[in-house]
């Protein structure tokens, strides 16, 4: 695909099934991600990938949540389901760092990019992806259980796999009406 079509047509795929990524692509992609403008050079990123029993373990770590946050039982039947809405599923953390130069948003930022980007390589691989956060991505139970430290933030789940449906482009939204000159 070429660079500019992937810029001009990206889209989330909502709906995903298998195959997931291969070990190849899989690199491919987290490769795209340590691409992005990281400024300082600060890597301020982690990826959890989930797959298999990965989807089975953030399944779990999901409804711990739900459970220690008084949820109902429509929402943590809702929150054991969550995960396998895709074969593979990326947890993307910023992991931020008090820096004289490089303040904590651009650090999220850097984390946010290389999700993005990350999207866009799977996308140009033929598979789809989708950027979900919600409530668990903020979820203090949740960070603990992946193992994150205070200063982390889960900037998203990122869905992968397969779409299961061929959804036509989308149009596209043009870009001047959100500029103005100087
Ligand atoms: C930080 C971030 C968090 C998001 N969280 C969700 C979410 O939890 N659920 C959702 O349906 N879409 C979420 N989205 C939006 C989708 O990823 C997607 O961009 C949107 O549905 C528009 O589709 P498109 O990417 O095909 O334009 C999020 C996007 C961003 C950037």
Redesign the pocket.
């Known amino acids: 695909m070429k660079a500019s079509e992937l810029l001009l047509t990206?889209?989330?795929s909502?709906r995903l099934t298998t195959p997931a990524p291969t070990t190849e692509q899989l690199d491919f992609i987290l490769n795209a991600a340590a691409r992005v403008p990281d400024h300082g050079g600060l890597t301020p990123w982690e990826f959890i990938i989930a797959q298999d029993d990965g989807l089975t373990r953030l399944a779990e770590i999901f409804v711990s949540a739900a459970k220690k946050s008084q949820a109902d039982e429509a929402l943590i039947e809702k929150a054991e389901k969550m995960p396998f809405r895709a074969p593979l599923v990326i947890t993307v953390v910023a992991k931020t760092q008090t820096h004289s130069k490089v303040p904590i948003i651009e650090q999220h930022i850097a984390a946010?990019c290389a999700?993005?980007a990350m999207q866009q390589a799977v996308f140009s691989l033929g598979l789809g992806a989708?950027?979900?956060?919600?409530d668990f991505a903020f979820d203090r139970n949740v960070h603990q259980d992946l193992g994150l430290h205070d200063n982390d933030q889960i900037?998203?789940f990122l869905y992968i796999g397969t779409p299961t449906v061929t959804a036509p482009i989308?149009s596209l939204k043009e870009g001047r009406q959100f500029a103005r000159f100087l």
Do not use: A, D
């Open positions: 990206r889209q989330s909502p946010g999700t993005m989708v950027w979900r956060s919600g900037v998203g989308k």
